[in-house]
């Protein structure tokens, strides 16, 4: 792959550092405890103290998204330029401000859906930069086991953001600015634990001038490479058909059709990472041999729990659905996920990663605004047995027209 003006050794041969597994997991749940609070506090706001409607709801999600389509590509080449370590350490710090500003505005009473469209726009850009140099670091940490230590990594972070999640649900009690403000304390957390992280290596990194060339290079070795492109065409659907409904379907769910509060989003949203917890322990213990036919049997199982709910089943169901979603979800991820890290060249290697992320955060900003919209016209279960029947029919064309069945 090209890379710019000049191009790193090739080190992949060099000993991961293990010791600082520890510390990197640490610094994966700091981020992702701290969005799962985001996601209950901010669709709440939203939903619940601002009473938008589902267009808004739509716009308001497709912001914290919207920026992750744009600077995904951007992000991986600075993952290959920059120590990822140090970006970590700023972009945590950076990460507190606009939720610690947001917690002021809330507690003086000063919140409107542009300002928080505006939030989400702000963290939305942080959190595009910070997973490339994220997963750039696993392989230096993985030790022998690449699928264990991804296996690991999404555990922690669907359990971090179960947790996040559950706790957010405390605003009920305390209120959402000092929710907000225990949210910026968790993002903060993360710069201590990116301090114990490994260096770059010397000479690992691309020096000289950025490119534009160099931005695009990721997504023309996924273009070229059968391994990476059919994982990719299926994380772009997941973003689609998955992520953007789940963002704006299962609030506005829980509000409109259930009844019911901030409490009861924070269990739906918490559920789905418990899910992905439980599936992702068990890969680490069992692990998985043919990961692609394993993408397309998760996603088999996500898109019949989107119909089962579109039914208008009992919320207890619900909350079992979601689970089962989310046990879905853990195979899909970790597979994808390692099938992305095996086939990613050492150099280079942010600005492929990046591509798989670009993979989620562009297809859900198209997927939440649909899904807004779709929602007002046609219904909310509606908008769940389209994106489901979709899911259903992409599968079954992958499974017959593209070699990932055999990937391993």
Request: proline content about 5%; hydrophobic content about 55%.
């Amino acid at each position: 792959m090209t890379s710019g003006h000049s191009s790193p050794p090739d080190d992949a041969s060099a000993p991961a550092d293990a010791s600082a597994l520890v510390p990197y997991m640490t610094n994966v749940g700091s981020w992702f405890g701290g969005m799962g609070m985001q996601q209950v506090l901010f669709s709440w706001i939203v939903v619940g103290e601002l009473q938008a409607s589902g267009e808004w709801v739509g716009i308001a999600q497709t912001s914290t998204l919207l920026p992750g389509m744009v600077l995904w590509m951007v992000a991986g080449a600075l993952a290959d330029r920059w120590d990822p370590r140090r970006l970590l350490i700023t972009l945590h710090i950076l990460g507190a401000i606009p939720v610690a500003l947001l917690a002021f505005f809330s507690h003086r009473g000063w919140l409107d859906l542009p300002l928080l469209v505006g939030f989400g726009l702000t963290v939305g850009t942080i959190g595009a930069l910070t997973l490339p140099a994220r997963d750039t670091l696993l392989t230096r940490v993985a030790g022998d086991d690449l699928m264990r230590a991804v296996t690991t990594m999404t555990a922690a972070q669907f359990g971090a953001q179960a947790v996040g999640t559950l706790v957010a649900g405390l605003a009920r009690v305390v209120g959402s600015p000092t929710m907000l403000l225990v949210q910026a304390t968790v993002f903060l957390a993360g710069s201590g634990a990116a301090l114990r992280l490994p260096r770059a290596r010397p000479g690992s990194l691309i020096s000289g001038r950025l490119r534009l060339r160099e931005i695009g290079g990721g997504l023309v070795e996924v273009a070229r490479t059968p391994a990476l492109r059919s994982p990719f065409a299926l994380v772009v659907a997941v973003g689609i058909l998955f992520v953007g409904p789940y963002w704006v379907i299962f609030p506005l769910l829980v509000r409109d059709y259930y009844g019911m509060g901030v409490v009861a989003l924070s269990v739906v949203l918490m559920l789905f990472p418990l899910g992905t917890i439980l599936g992702s322990l068990v890969l680490r213990q069992r692990g998985l041999g043919r990961k692609g036919r394993g993408a397309l049997l998760a996603l088999l199982v996500g898109s019949s729990c989107q119909l089962v709910i579109a039914t208008g089943v009992p919320f207890p169901a619900m909350l079992g659905l979601a689970l089962v979603w989310g046990f879905g979800g853990a195979v899909f991820i970790n597979c994808s996920r390692t099938l992305f890290q095996q086939a990613a060249p050492e150099r280079g290697r942010g600005r492929v990663l990046a591509i798989y992320q670009l993979g989620f955060t562009g297809g859900a900003p198209i997927g939440a605004l649909a899904s807004g919209f779709a929602a007002e016209v046609l219904g909310m279960h509606a908008t769940l047995v389209i994106s489901g029947a979709t899911m259903l029919l992409l599968v079954a064309a992958m499974a017959i027209f593209s070699e990932i069945s055999s990937l391993k």
